[in-house]
């Protein structure tokens, strides 16, 4: 079972073995959240390299290379280390054909997350896990301040792009996230309007171009009171998703089927999980079973993927019959 520890914990451990050796890695395809993270936090343990599970985003791609970081992250499952780190999820399965070598790792495991953490989770490890925060990225930061270890500009820059991602660009935010773009927007010297452009611009045109292709592609229905948007995607079912909220849907829910696996990512407009009672992070967790995969995240933003790519209809039925039903509890 996963030995759960505080922030503050967290912050002893990782000063007290700091001249360790650490392997950091995150989710399989790890996005801008997972890689901002994991790049950040190999700056405090210097004894640390960063790999992937098998690769990483386009965007996030885009990402290193905005930030002028140079180094290539590759994937390694050798994991020649005292610790391993695994960042952005809060189990094995999510590491893809890296699970048995992390499964069997000798040494210390540590999960850094911020999804919804099943109480029967059976996995080996300590984690710190808080679904208060909107991004590994701002656990990250709030991590620094409590190790007194202040980021440098590119790593500023790094955070600030991990969080604006698992933010649904500052969609889903909290006083927390306000707080912590502010102290970064002074490390970095920069101002929000700068941030926003950047977020705008790193998208690429064909990208974008996509995106709205498949948004007029989409289904949408009014559910009781609320707009919901749904449909498959070519684009990241991501990006999808958090454009439909922008738009002005209640809820989102968008999946796209590649050559291994369905992907699905799902929405909801801030306040109303708790208006409505709705968790899309456990709505996801339970039903990526039918797709034989993995989900979770937090009341408002969730998504789930696995390798049945046969059971796509009955996977996105399910979730979408259990979203509609939320939406008619008017509240």
Request: net charge neutral; proline share 2%; charged share 20%.
């Amino acid at each position: 079972m996963l030995k759960k520890i505080s922030l503050a914990g967290l912050a002893s451990y990782l000063r007290s073995n700091r001249e360790n050796t650490f392997t950091i890695t995150f989710h399989s395809i790890g996005d801008r959240d997972g890689v901002s993270s994991a790049i950040a936090l190999s700056k405090y343990l210097k004894n640390s390299t960063v790999t992937t599970p098998d690769s990483i985003t386009r965007h996030a791609k885009q990402m290193l290379k905005d930030s002028g970081y140079s180094k290539d992250i590759q994937p390694d499952s050798n994991y020649n280390s005292n610790v391993l780190v695994i960042m952005d999820t809060n189990n094995f399965e999510s590491l893809g054909r890296m699970k048995n070598a992390a499964m069997s790792f000798k040494g210390d495991v540590l999960f850094i997350d911020h999804h919804f953490l099943p109480a029967n989770q059976n996995t080996k490890g300590t984690i710190f896990n808080n679904e208060a925060y909107n991004s590994t990225a701002s656990i990250i930061y709030d991590l620094f301040k409590e190790l007194g270890f202040k980021p440098t500009v590119q790593i500023a820059r790094l955070l600030i792009s991990g969080i604006s991602s698992d933010s649904a660009n500052f969609q889903n935010v909290t006083s927390t996230t306000f707080r912590q773009l502010s102290e970064l927007l002074d490390i970095c010297n920069a101002n929000y309007n700068e941030v926003v452009s950047y977020i705008h611009d790193e998208i690429p045109t064909d990208s974008r171009y996509g995106l709205i292709k498949d948004m007029f592609a989409s289904n949408i229905e009014i559910v009781g009171d609320y707009i919901l948007i749904y449909g498959r995607c070519k684009m990241h079912a991501s990006l999808v998703a958090d454009q439909a909220i922008k738009i002005g849907a209640d809820a989102s829910l968008f999946w796209n089927v590649e050559k291994s696996e369905i992907s699905s990512s799902a929405r909801l407009r801030s306040p109303l999980d708790i208006k409505l009672k709705i968790h899309l992070g456990k709505i996801m967790e339970s039903n990526a079973k039918y797709i034989d995969g993995n989900g979770g995240g937090h009341p408002c933003a969730a998504g789930a993927y696995g390798p049945l790519k046969n059971k796509t209809d009955y996977f996105i039925g399910m979730v979408l019959e259990e979203i509609k039903n939320k939406l008619k509890n008017r509240g």
